[in-house]
């Protein structure tokens, strides 16, 4: 699958990607998407990508479903020890080194593993401006 942002999947791939989770209710203000559930069936069987979800429930009754990307555990090992080591990490060396294509998801899950990760912006002279990530 392209990442066609264009699609109502592609948007969903997308937004899962950037490291959000996501519910049928915000998929439908977001991307009008009615039909979630089905989109995350063939994300993770067409496409492989790796989606967990649990149940929520509300005291009030309602219950939803809450979906996120989860990261390779060995491929977040490896970037944890990577960026211990005092290196930072971009999303094209991220893929480069590691074959990672969902870095801010692992950068997430680090994060939520109490690693003071930071986050700096860099405008190369060359125009394209990009994100670099960093052990403090």
Sequence with gaps: MSKNLDTKIGKVRAFL???NTLTSWKAIELFKYTRLADGIH????DYGLP??????????????A?????ADPKIKAEIKDFLLRGN???????????E?????????????????ILCETVHPLCGKKFNRYYFK
Excluded: P, Q
């Design 88 to 98: 930072r990490l971009t999303e094209d060396s991220a893929k480069e080194v590691f």
């Design 66 to 70: 809450k979906y996120w990307l989860t």
């Design 100 to 116: 990672c294509d969902h870095i801010k998801v692992v950068i997430n899950e680090l994060r939520e593993d109490g690693m003071n």
């Design 17 to 19: 990607e950037e490291g």
């Design 51 to 64: 989606i967990e979800s649990k149940m929520v429930y509300e005291d009030d009754g309602v219950k939803y």
């Design 42 to 45: 063939r994300l993770i069987n």
